[in-house]
């Protein structure tokens, strides 16, 4: 199952910084959307506004035509019930740059949890299932491992065989190798690659500019929490009309270059 996101007028504030300054961008469905630009561009605050983790000050997320966190209420929006909020991110997975597993629970249990509680799976299905996922991103034999025994590229790959149990329409990457050692980046990329011929909905925030040219559909370039530039990979990567996007990318290129 995949879903069409549409970010409609999104404005974001804390305090007197504008994060989000009127965003709009649509990630089609079966797709891939790579999201680029620099640190403090509102790249992570507009993932976290899709499955409202964050409110919206103003604009609206929908998926498939639904709306995300809130309903028309006369001519405003009013805000969902936490309930009915929680149901519609049970159908959004998320990938943090941290992984946020609990450290308590073993390999397979931190997989099988969310489909169990949030959407009441029988335990013996969500563990059969969880088990098929493991062995998707290569842990099979690790399922009742705890989080610290494993290394931060395997500790990720758990991460989103937990996002996948609970068969997501939509599929939101937060910078997924940002924490790791450069060594362990190319196991996570590999597995995200999978998922990205798979026709899942994927939006992916990235640093990693040929990683983005490879496996997205559509690259949108943020700065200072608006969208300066968006299509093709071809286009956005390899011939930016906007001088901004271009000067951005050209920075990468040379640290990319300074650190090899």
């Known amino acids: 199952m995949s879903a069409t996101v549409h970010v409609r007028s999104a404005v974001k504030s804390y305090g007197t910084t504008r994060v989000l300054d009127g965003i709009d961008l649509t990630a089609p469905g079966g797709q891939v959307t790579a999201v680029i630009g620099p640190s403090g561009s509102g790249k992570s605050t507009l993932l976290r506004t899709i499955n409202h983790l964050e409110r919206l000050d103003s604009g609206y997320v929908s998926i498939d035509g639904e709306l995300i966190g809130v309903r028309v209420h006369g001519d405003r929006f009013k805000e969902l019930s936490e309930r009915a909020i ?37 335990r013996a299905d969500a563990e059969a299932r969880g088990r098929e996922l493991l062995a998707r991103v290569g842990l099979a034999d690790k399922a009742g491992a705890y989080p610290r025994r494993l290394s931060g590229g395997q500790q990720q790959r758990v991460a989103i065989a937990r996002a996948l149990a609970l068969e997501p329409r939509l599929i939101l990457f937060d910078e997924p190798t940002s924490a790791l050692d450069p060594e362990l980046v190319g196991e996570v990329l590999a597995v995200i690659k999978d998922l990205a011929r798979s026709g899942t909905t994927m939006i992916v925030v990235t640093h990693e500019i040929a990683f983005a040219r490879e496996i997205a559909d559509h690259v949108v ?3 200072a929490g608006r969208v300066v530039e968006q299509g093709p990979p071809a286009t956005v990567l390899d011939r ?10 050209g920075r990468v290129v040379r640290t990319t270059q300074e650190n090899r």
């Open 240 to 249: 930016p009309a906007h001088e901004r996007t271009r000067e951005f990318l």
């Open 221 to 223: 370039f943020l700065d």
């Open 86 to 122: 929680l149901r519609q991110r049970s159908r959004i997975g998320f990938v943090f740059q941290s992984f946020n597993l609990f450290p308590h629970l073993t390999i397979l249990d931190n997989v099988v949890e969310a489909p169990v509680v949030t959407q009441r799976q029988r």
